[in-house]
């Protein structure tokens, strides 16, 4: 089985950072995803790691630690857009669930003026 | 424009009727998914599909079932077995059949069962 937990609410204010940390427990681990999801809206990919280290993307950066079977997005210069739920996902690493992403219960980031 | 599409956006049906979710893509996308999300929830996985004429079970499938006889379309029929019906459905996408962590998704359909 699998289980992910991240923290469910995050609250910041434009132009600071904020750290949304992901640990899982998985059968076998392919690589950590993150998701956005705006209010009402569909969830739309970020960012992937499937090693160790940092990845950036613009303002997102998203880390892991194989090891501690651990990982975290970084939101960077908040801006209001970035409020959302924020995701982090597994792949099911069962050979007859190839495929399936499992997912965290989501982190509101909140922005405020 | 290349996209996932569900049809309607919102529907309410009656207690006890079977309803019938469209998702379509025109990404050549060989693995479709469904999801359900409940209020301040994440994501369920109900049924996948890696192939055409092939589908299997997600974790929260009872009260639901699939076809998938075509390439691009993924319908999801919510029979009047599921208990508690109503909530947001998310219809995904992904290009690789063994799997890939990344989907692209419909822009939802929220199914109200009155």
């Known amino acids: 089985g699998q289980s992910l937990e991240q923290p469910s609410e995050v609250t910041a204010v434009e132009g600071a950072i904020v750290q949304i940390n992901c640990t899982y427990q998985?059968?076998?681990?392919?690589?950590l995803s993150w998701y956005q999801q705006h209010d009402g809206g569909a969830p739309t990919f970020l960012s992937y790691n499937a090693l160790d280290g940092l990845e950036e993307t613009g303002r997102f950066s998203s880390f892991l630690s194989r090891s501690d079977s651990y990982g975290y997005l970084l939101l960077q210069e908040l801006q209001m857009k970035d409020s959302a739920s924020y995701f982090c996902a597994v792949r099911d690493g069962t050979t007859d669930s190839w495929g399936k992403l499992q997912f965290g219960a989501g982190t509101q980031v909140v922005v405020t003026p | 424009d290349g996209g996932i599409t569900q049809s309607p956006k919102y529907l309410f049906r009656k207690e006890g009727q079977n309803v019938t979710l469209s998702c379509e893509q025109n990404l050549n996308h060989d693995a479709m998914y469904w999801y359900r999300q409940d209020p301040g929830q994440g994501l369920r996985l109900i049924y996948y599909?890696?192939?055409?004429?092939?589908?299997q079970k997600g974790d929260i499938a009872e009260g639901y079932s699939v076809s998938r006889e075509k390439k691009e379309s993924f319908p999801l029929t919510v029979t009047s077995a599921q208990k508690n019906p109503t909530a947001f459905y998310l219809c995904?996408?992904?290009?690789?059949?063994?799997?890939?962590?990344?989907?692209?998704f419909g822009p939802g359909t929220r199914l109200t069962v009155l």
């Open positions: 998985t059968s076998g681990f392919y690589g």
């Open positions: 599909s890696q192939i055409v004429n092939d589908f």
């Open positions: 995904a996408s992904s290009p690789e059949r063994t799997g890939t962590d990344t989907q692209y």
